[in-house]
């Protein structure tokens, strides 16, 4: 565990200080041991060279990510509608995670969300699921505190997930829409409950079919409205943990599962907003509070 | 087999059975209108249809203006007005045109004029330039648009009915096309 520690936080100095470094083709930085080479790493695309990079991130330069942050993607995924993603920081890199942009390549609407981070998310833990319309790399482009832009992308192997039929009547799914579920998860080690300053880790749930405006009616074949959260707002009491601002690539009944540093808050406020203008908000009562 | 064969000789009706699978697909009498992925006919009237190793002499004589009519995934009218929206892409036959509105069955003014523009770009407004149509197989968009350059007075008109399937089975080159755009 040592060697391991030693050795990312040499590399991460190394990139730090020493190079900017091209994201080549392979995507995974020459840096790492096979062990923490991706199975699927991202591959060229010249969507990505054509429009795709000036529209993200315009002219900045964009460093390897690999050494800030892991991205868990699958190789293939078993519903397109619903590719799960996961991103984590790697311990002692010592930057903040400002902003996250989620974009797959070939997605109609490729920028899937953008995120901005408040400090209290700590080191960044974050999972949630997005649609493909077909094969290709999905990246993750995260600006830290110092202004530098940070990329890593795997490439996964789905399609059809942004015409995919809706996995409920979509009379129903409207009627239910704006439940939301907060899962608290015990990552408390033996501590103290009370402790302000301890990493906790939740799952937010919110019911939303998050129409794309590509799905079809079963029978009729009819074009369902497109109808999509494009606004999130997580607090942990007065403190902005993250907003989202995403478009329909973002899966049904949107989950996301993060962690944070307890600040000692009793609750989470989201509130979330549709582009229809349906405005959502729920309050948990935390477990972890004071 | 002998047996097979014996059977299918005596049989008038498996005869007739036989004569009916072997049919070929009828075409329409003006355009396909509906339901456009499904098996084709043999030929367009006035075009000449092509194999893949025929299109691939074609491509590699330099000589054939290649249109791609894959169509494109349309923007839902019902998406905010802000939202980016960017299609899809097609990976096809390199140095291929890309027009995605010209073969369905009944085209609307702009599609018209894609058509237009896009086949006086790839032929040079020479109405005898060479033009290969193609999509993928099975795609009654390439057989439309076939048959509405020869109305259009194209003299010679290829048909390439396998489109990018055949192409890519061989792994011949291709490469990122973009929507052509009227200039």
Same mark, same amino acid.
């Given at each position: ?13 190394? !990139? ?24 699927? =790493? ?31 993607? =699958? ?6 509608? %619903?590719?799960?993603? %996961?991103?984590? @920081? ?11 942009? !989620? !974009? !797959? ?6 920028? *899937? ?11 960044? %833990? ?25 990329? &890593? ?11 995919? *039929? ?36 939740? @799952? ?14 079963? $029978? ?49 406020? &989201? ?20 | ?11 008038? #009706? ?18 396909? @209108? ?45 998406? =905010?007005?802000?939202? &980016? ?9 390199? $140095?291929?045109? #890309? ?6 069955? %009944? ?9 237009? *523009? ?12 060479? &033009? ?10 390439? #057989? ?28 011949? =080159? ?10």
């Amino acid at each position: 565990m040592s060697i391991f520690r030693s050795h990312s936080f040499i590399v991460a100095f190394s !990139v730090a200080f020493a190079l900017p470094v091209a994201v080549h083709a392979g995507g995974s930085s020459s840096f790492l041991p096979d062990y923490m080479k991706s199975a699927n =790493p991202m591959q060229d695309s010249e969507t990505w060279d054509d429009y795709l990079r000036e529209e993200t991130v315009g002219a900045a330069m964009v460093f390897d990510g690999e050494d800030l942050m892991a991205l868990d993607a =699958p190789v293939q995924a078993f519903d397109a509608a %619903t590719v799960p993603f %996961t991103l984590r @920081q790697r311990d002692d890199t010592g930057a903040r995670i400002t902003n996250l942009k !989620v !974009v !797959v390549d070939e997605n109609p609407m490729p920028l *899937a969300a953008e995120f901005e981070f408040g400090p209290a998310m700590g080191t960044v %833990t974050f999972e949630s699921r997005v649609r493909y319309d077909v094969y290709s790399n999905i990246r993750a482009i995260a600006t830290v505190d110092d202004g530098r832009i940070f990329m &890593v992308g795997r490439f996964v192997q789905a399609a059809g997930g942004c015409s995919a *039929a809706v996995s409920r009547d979509p009379v129903a799914a409207l009627a239910s829409m704006g439940q939301m579920r907060l899962k608290q998860f015990d990552t408390s080690g033996g501590q103290s409950r009370e402790v302000p300053g301890t990493e906790r880790e939740v @799952q937010l749930m919110i019911r939303h079919p998050n129409f794309t405006g590509l799905q079809v009616r079963t $029978g009729t074949l009819e074009h369902i409205d497109a109808r999509y959260i494009d606004f999130v707002e997580v607090r942990l009491g007065e403190e902005m943990l993250f907003t989202m601002t995403g478009g329909f690539s973002i899966s049904e009944n949107p989950s996301f599962r993060f962690s944070y540093i307890d600040n000692g808050a009793p609750q989470m406020t &989201v509130r979330a907003v549709d582009t229809e203008g349906g405005e959502f908000t729920e309050t948990f009562a935390l477990r972890s509070g004071t | 087999m002998v047996k097979w064969a014996a059977l299918l000789i005596c049989g008038g #009706w498996l005869a007739a059975v036989n004569s009916a699978v072997a049919q070929d697909v009828l075409a329409p009498e003006g355009y396909r @209108q509906s339901n456009y992925d499904a098996p084709v006919p043999d030929d367009v009237p006035g075009a000449l249809t092509v194999d893949d190793d025929a299109a691939y002499a074609l491509w590699r004589s330099g000589r054939v203006a290649f249109v791609d009519v894959m169509p494109n995934l349309s923007r839902p009218e019902s998406l =905010p007005a802000d939202a &980016v929206w960017h299609g899809r892409s097609r990976q096809s036959v390199p $140095g291929a045109i #890309w027009l995605p509105d010209v073969g369905f069955g %009944t085209l609307d003014a702009a599609a018209e004029a894609q058509l237009d *523009a896009g086949l006086t770009a790839a032929t040079g407004g020479d109405r005898n330039a060479p &033009v290969l149509f193609l999509c993928r197989s099975d795609c009654w968009m390439s #057989w439309n648009a076939s048959k509405r350059a020869v109305e259009l007075g194209y003299g010679r008109v290829f048909w390439y009915p396998d489109g990018s399937t055949g192409w890519t089975f061989w792994n011949w =080159p291709t490469s990122r096309l973009k929507v052509f755009e009227i200039q």
